[in-house]
């Protein structure tokens, strides 16, 4: 398992980004995306998996970034597509995308089983996972749910992660990390992504607007 003094990530070939979200077209983010096509090491497509948001959102999503260089891409319907087809997509592509958007309750049912398998073979195998706003949470090993602190996928070990995180939710985020103080709190600001490569590398990229609330417990790596 990479890691690197506070941070420990899921092993794998690829790159893992986290982003706080953003307007699409601000210089920060369009910074965040060019590193992140940049440091890919993959050839394949992009797969857009867009059920936080909306198919039309990831579409224009998709136009923004093959004006920045990137290859061919295609939105993946993890909703509706049978298990043969979500596994071939995934696994072909050399970008996956989880949108940001509203839906993330509907994301996060969705995603386990088949879906997050092959996202994790296509990881580990060297393709980039670029998990955006709410969809960024869920890759913490909490995140806030319905109003409560709910079980993430822990690919970012013992993380709780906020996104669209300003300052002034400090007292928020430390009172999360009050409830699970073997961990810590990770607020990735609008502009701002966390990239984990797969050499232990840990880069800020965008406005590097990151926030980290360690626990009274956690224990920081020799």
């Not at 797969?47 to 920045?68: K, Q």
Request: proline share 5%; charged share 20%; hydrophobic share 45%.
């Amino acid at each position: 398992m990479p890691q690197s003094h506070i941070f420990r990530w899921r092993d794998g070939s690829g790159w893992l980004v986290l982003s706080g979200g953003g307007p699409r077209e601000s210089d920060d983010v369009l910074n965040i995306e060019v590193a992140m096509l940049g440091r890919t090491l993959s050839l394949g497509p992009i797969a857009y998996i867009w059920a936080a948001g909306d198919v039309d959102d990831a579409d224009e999503h998709m136009d923004v970034l093959r004006d920045l260089g990137a290859r061919t891409g295609y939105p993946v319907d993890i909703l509706a597509e049978d298990d043969e087809a979500l596994t071939r997509e995934i696994g072909e592509a050399g970008v996956i995308i989880l949108g940001d958007g509203p839906q993330s309750g509907l994301l996060r049912d969705a995603l386990p089983g088949v879906t997050l398998s092959a996202i994790e073979d296509a990881f580990s195998r060297g393709t980039t996972v670029y998990a955006i706003g709410a969809s960024a949470a869920l890759f913490g090993a909490y995140s806030l749910f319905q109003g409560e602190l709910a079980a993430g996928f822990d690919w970012l070990v013992q993380a709780i992660i906020m996104p669209d995180y300003d300052p002034e939710q400090a007292d928020t985020l430390r009172a999360w990390v009050q409830r699970h103080p073997e961990g810590y709190g990770l607020g990735l600001g609008r502009g701002a992504a966390l990239a984990l490569g797969p050499h232990g590398e840990i880069e800020l990229w965008g406005n590097a607007a990151i926030t980290v609330s360690l626990g009274q417990r956690y224990q920081l790596e020799e």
